[in-house]
């Protein structure tokens, strides 16, 4: 996995969504954040941290796109009137660990080669589209 710099946001209405952007072109996709806070790029797909800029109740969107740059999974965040800086604390081959919320968690999301059904996430955290297979897991390392 390496950091990005191909992807940008465009602010596409007052819902808190964007306008995905790549490389300059516009890929006519609207995603839910309104701040593009990281990017990672395998040979597979890309990942994408998206932010609400929110300070008193932030959202974190982690958005798995494929080749096509379409979005193959996502996970989110899901506590309401909570404050949080994404913060990413190292990255590795198809995981990244991060914090976020103010709790002493580091976090830790991880892509798979090949989805499969996955349910449960740490407390806060939930799947855009709950019932089928899923890319990324997200798991809490230490409280």
Known sequence: MQPLKHYSLLVADSDSRSELVRDGQSLGLKLDG???D???????GSLLWI?????YDERL????LDTDNRVADAVMSNTNFTPGILNIIEYAERSVD??????DVTYRVTVLE????????PSGWSYRRLWR???LVIEALKS
């Open 51 to 55: 932010t609400e800029d929110s300070p």
């Open 98 to 103: 991060f914090i976020f919320f103010n709790n």
């Open 114 to 121: 090949k989805p499969r059904l996955n349910f449960t996430t």
């Open 34 to 36: 309104l701040i593009l």
């Open 38 to 44: 990281a990017q990672f790029g395998l040979t597979d």
């Open 61 to 64: 969107y982690i958005y798995w």
């Open 133 to 135: 297979s899923h890319q």
